[in-house]
């Protein structure tokens, strides 16, 4: 056995300390030990996956950036090589995704979350009834400012969903191990970038009758500074947007305040960052306007098929296929070429087996029934199962660590009940975010014209630019919601790992 396999436990055991550690900050305070952690979650990084990782100079314990795309069905894993800037490690096909294109609005709606989110150790759930999964953490201080509510919305195993984004259990746990390891290297929290569709003029010339066009625009400020500084964005919310890259005035000493119904403090983007993002959607907005000139075809903004999954998956799905009394989907194809889907998954109604092309009609389907999972439910013995086992802890109440569905997590050792699409509640529409671009307007973004943009400096050690003033935004906010108690305040930037003072030290 090589020296490398021969390593590996020990380290993922290592890693599986520091996530235990974590949640027990938060919190929770248990008797157990971490021999009793179910082993799909101590599984070591494939040697394939090391392979590739050598190959990229991506050291093992580097930190990550998870992006996700609805209408391509993908989830890229990012990861941090030698050189401290983050390329693209691997592009995973999604398994199911539900809802339609757009944000989450309320609990019950099926809808799979858009926006930024920020995954720390304790939202990882070993033990989660579809497989391994981690919490999003739904709803973050922009989603909470437009009193969106829901709970429990996971990226897991199980290729079944309804609401959440599911993979497969292999790439699932490959994911997993990924995370782990940057957080046993140092990663605080790593992000994910959920957005409807890849942030191209094209896409947003299809679909531009879509109410979420001015949420959309928004979130691709947020995929323009990351494309464009290949670094996270550090990521605020204020006056019910989000905030990108935004640092304290030179000189002021006083730390930024973010509050995500409050009005923004006075901040500024470094000159370099807000020129090149400035350009970009000029360039970008010419493109656009040039699509729609040309007569570039709209998709329809509601599709009534609950959601996707990749091509690689559907072409699974051929005619044939039925579903059993138990509710699992008998799959007609046996290529395999393609991944495979397991007897768990739930096709979009487009895609399920029976349904009349003509008619669009699609026979019922009985109640799905889950087998029981191979960890036994969680006991006083068992560290992670006494964490996770209870809806009603504190660290399920927490983070939903039991679900992996939308908004209820399921009883030990059963199967959800038969899904239902409740009606589509009006989403409410987000005020469109400001632009990093010269205006006469009150509130935008101002890189000086006589600095001509540079490219983005990428190296930890390189001196800042100077920034440009970027004063609080004066734009017209939509009538919205009184504000609840509780509210968030914007999320504060990661940490990179050469700069974290790790609780964990001892372990490396």
Not at 151 to 173: I, K, N, P, R
Request: aromatic fraction near 8%; charge should be positive; glycine fraction near 8%.
């Amino acid at each position: 056995m090589s020296a490398s396999r021969l390593t590996a436990r020990p380290r993922a055991l290592l890693a599986s300390v520091a996530l235990l550690a974590a949640v027990a900050l938060a919190g929770c305070q248990t008797d157990g030990s971490v021999s009793n952690l179910p082993a799909k979650a101590l599984k070591p990084v494939s040697a394939a996956m090391r392979a590739e990782l050598e190959k990229k100079q991506m050291p093992l314990e580097s930190p990550i950036l998870v992006r996700i795309f609805k209408e391509e069905a993908e989830l890229e894993v990012w990861k941090q090589d030698a050189n401290g800037q983050f390329a693209l490690l691997k592009t995973y096909p999604i398994c199911r995704w539900s809802g339609e294109l757009g944000p989450k609005i309320k609990q019950g709606d099926r809808q799979a979350p858009e926006g930024f989110y920020a995954i720390t150790p304790g939202q990882m759930n070993p033990n989660s009834s579809y497989y391994l999964s981690f919490n999003l953490g739904f709803p973050n201080a922009f989603d909470r400012a437009y009193d969106r509510t829901g709970q429990f919305l996971m990226v897991h195993g199980d290729c079944s969903s309804a609401g959440c984004y599911a993979m497969t259990d292999e790439q699932m746990g490959e994911i997993y191990a990924l995370g782990r390891e940057s957080f046993f290297g140092g990663q605080k929290s790593f992000q994910v970038q959920a957005y409807p569709f890849r942030m191209t003029p094209l896409n947003m010339a299809k679909h531009r009758n879509s109410p979420h066009m001015a949420f959309w625009k928004m979130l691709k400020e947020g995929n323009d500074h990351f494309e464009l500084t290949r670094a996270e964005p550090k990521v605020d919310v204020c006056e019910r947007r989000y905030v990108f890259n935004a640092q304290a005035p030179t000189g002021d000493p006083k730390p930024l305040a973010f509050n995500a119904r409050a009005k923004c403090p006075t901040y500024e983007v470094a000159q370099e960052i807000a020129t090149a993002v400035a350009e970009k959607q000029e360039k970008d907005q010419r493109e656009f306007v040039a699509l729609v000139q040309r007569g570039t075809q709209t998709v329809a903004v509601t599709t009534g098929n609950d959601g996707g999954m990749h091509p690689t998956f559907a072409a699974k799905l051929k005619p044939g296929g039925q579903f059993d009394q138990t509710g699992r989907f008998l799959l007609a194809s046996s290529d395999s070429s393609t991944p495979p889907l397991p007897p768990t998954v739930n096709p979009p109604k487009n895609l399920a087996a029976g349904t009349d092309i003509q008619t669009g009609t699609t026979p019922e389907r009985p109640a799905p029934v889950r087998t029981a999972t191979a960890e036994p439910p969680g006991s006083n013995s068992n560290f992670f199962g006494s964490l996770f086992s209870d809806s009603n802890s504190t660290v399920s109440k927490m983070f939903g660590l039991r679900g992996g569905k939308d908004d209820v997590p399921p009883p030990p050792n059963s199967k959800p009940a038969k899904k239902t699409r409740p009606a589509q509640a009006s989403p409410a529409r987000p005020a469109t975010p400001p632009r990093a671009v010269a205006s006469s307007a009150p509130g935008a973004v101002r890189p000086p014209a006589a600095v001509p943009a540079q490219p983005p400096t990428h190296t930890a050690a390189a001196a800042p630019a100077k920034p440009a003033s970027m004063p609080p935004t004066a734009t017209a906010l939509a009538p919205m919601p009184a504000p609840s108690s509780g509210m968030m305040a914007g999320a504060a930037p990661v940490m990179s790992s050469s700069n974290f003072e790790s609780r964990w030290g001892a372990f490396r």
